[in-house]
């Protein structure tokens, strides 16, 4: 293996695929990788507008908001939109669950990096003011 040189990892764009399997359902659905530029972005949704601490108001729609950013068809294109989070509320919570904690694996979120470990490791637990519909 060779030590990558700054035009070799600069290169690296090309997005990553994996299935998530749901056999309550019989179905799997297809995710992708990230960007960092996704994966920060994502995140840093997480904080209140203060930066101190996890806004509730985020919390409470990560996993779907993972969900909605990471699934995708044969094609690569996002089978959620942004304005779609609020109806993944209603799906039986172990699908959501199941195909969250798998987009964390495949992002490279951690054990330390996923969504529980954010907010443990959080100041506080803020409520924000504005609604996001996400």
């Known amino acids: 293996m060779k030590i990558a040189s700054k035009t070799d990892i600069l290169q690296f764009s090309k997005r990553r695929y994996s299935f998530v399997e749901i056999p309550e359902i019989d179905l799997k659905v297809r995710i992708q990788s990230l960007t960092e530029r996704e994966k920060s972005r994502y995140e840093t949704d997480l904080l209140s507008k203060s930066g101190r601490g ?15 950013i990471c699934a995708v068809d044969n094609e690569g294109e996002r089978l959620f939109s942004d304005d779609n989070v609020s109806a993944l509320a ?4 172990l699908v959501i669950t199941r195909i969250a904690k ?12 996923g969504i529980a470990e954010l907010v443990k490791n959080s100041e506080t637990a803020t409520l924000d003011e504005d609604s996001h519909s996400g």
């Not at 996890?54 to 909605?68: H, K, Q, Y």
């Not at 209603?90 to 919570?93: H, R, T, V």
């Not at 798998?102 to 990096?113: K, R």
């Open 54 to 68: 996890v806004s509730r108001t985020r919390l409470m729609d990560a996993s779907r908001r993972l969900v909605a």
């Open 90 to 93: 209603d799906i039986d919570a």
């Open 102 to 113: 798998e987009c964390e694996i495949h992002i490279g979120m951690s054990e330390g990096d």
